[in-house]
């Protein structure tokens, strides 16, 4: 399996920037994809995640009404549409792959993108 994330940048507080989160190889068995961040200095959080089978999505307290997740119609790309953006937002943004959804426990993923940065400005 491999997770291709992309689309971090500089932006400032209240813009929006969109991530993607391509997937490839042996993933038939992986349903779902998630979204982490790690800021510095801080543990890694689990931000949203969408089944590529139905569409079902979960969001975490801190993004929700901000974020937008969502999947391509291939099934095999994710985005991550973020609105609004506060500086606590700042973070490496990874995706990651597995068959379920788990935003609470990082651990449970064995697939993982490479990260991608997100820096807001005040």
């Known amino acids: 399996v491999q997770l291709q994330a992309s689309g971090g940048g500089l932006v400032q507080a209240g813009d929006s920037l969109k991530l993607s989160c391509a997937a490839s190889?042996?993933?038939?068995?992986?349903?779902?994809i998630a979204w982490f961040r790690q800021a510095p200095g801080k543990e890694r959080e689990g931000v949203a995640c969408?089944?590529?089978?139905?569409?079902?999505?979960r969001y975490a307290d801190s993004v929700k009404g901000r974020f937008i997740i969502s999947v391509d119609k291939s099934k095999t790309t994710v985005s991550l549409e973020m609105n609004n953006l506060k500086p606590d937002d700042t973070a490496v943004y990874y995706c990651?792959?597995?068959?379920?959804?788990?935003?609470?426990?990082?651990?449970?993923?064995?697939?993982w993108g490479q990260g991608t940065l997100v820096t807001v400005s005040s």
């Open positions: 990651a792959m597995d068959r379920g959804c788990f935003l609470e426990a990082d651990y449970y993923y064995d697939n």
């Open positions: 190889g042996a993933i038939d068995q992986y349903l779902e």
């Open positions: 969408i089944s590529r089978d139905d569409g079902r999505a």
